[in-house]
């Protein structure tokens, strides 16, 4: 069974800081790329940053860039989301994402092949 469970997220106030998880068990870990989206209650599903099966060229959404940032431990099959500076418009579910096998990791929630059931990420100002 494919699971993709995610932690790290609560309440916190605006510009604290928090670090998200995801523990993927997931076939070949280590040639996916993966990502983190977020949505909030209306919106759509948005996305938040990406990194490739290397751990190279992480791509971030532009009203992430700069405060975000995304890693990966491909030996601990995990993938990380260091959160700086939070805004109250940071909130919402985040959820951890795999994208198929060779896929090169993209900014289309329809691209990737598993997610995860979310933690939620609430900034207060």
């Known amino acids: 069974q494919v699971q993709l469970v995610e932690s790290g997220g609560g309440l916190v106030q605006a510009g604290d800081s928090l670090r998200l998880s995801c523990a993927a068990s997931?076939?070949?870990?280590?040639?996916?790329?993966m990502a983190w989206f977020r949505q909030t209650p209306g919106k759509e599903r948005e996305f938040v940053a990406a990194?490739?099966?290397?751990?190279?060229?992480?791509s971030y959404a532009d009203s992430v860039k700069g405060r975000f940032t995304i890693s990966r431990d491909n030996a601990k099959n995990t993938v990380a989301l260091q959160m700086n500076s939070l805004k109250p418009e940071d909130t919402a579910v985040y959820y951890c994402?795999?994208?198929?096998?060779?896929?090169?990791?993209?900014?289309?929630?329809?691209?990737?092949?598993?997610w995860g059931q979310g933690t939620q990420v609430t900034v207060s100002s």
């Open positions: 990194i490739s099966w290397t751990g190279a060229s992480p």
């Open positions: 997931v076939r070949a870990f280590g040639s996916r790329a």
């Open positions: 994402a795999a994208d198929r096998l060779g896929a090169s990791g993209s900014s289309t929630p329809g691209s990737y092949q598993y």
